[in-house]
């Protein structure tokens, strides 16, 4: 979309392990976790506690209602978010 509404020339997506980014996103959930262990979460409301009190600066959680189900989005092979994509490689 972004490429074909030239509002880019190039998209480059990179994705990097699980766990292995070394990065601020890794630490804050490892935080939820470590939160989890010591207070179980048996309520909606409960688990929304948990983002609040696990990680400094505090984060406020948000309920959202509807996501945009990418799995069946892309399913379609005619679908425009993969009808150009290439160059793809994995590593493992």
Not at 13 to 24: F, K
Not at 49 to 54: F, G, R, W
């Amino acid at each position: 979309m972004f490429l074909k509404k030239k509002i880019f020339k190039k998209v480059k997506l990179g994705l990097l392990l699980v766990g292995h980014t070394h990065d601020q996103i890794d630490q804050m959930f490892n935080r939820f976790f470590i939160k989890l262990v010591h207070k179980k979460a048996f309520t909606l409301s409960a688990l929304m506690e948990i983002p609040e009190n696990a990680y400094l600066p505090s984060l406020i959680g948000k309920w959202l209602d509807d996501l945009l189900d990418f799995k069946k989005f892309t399913e379609d092979a005619e679908s425009p978010a993969l009808r150009n994509l290439n160059n793809i490689t994995f590593n493992q």
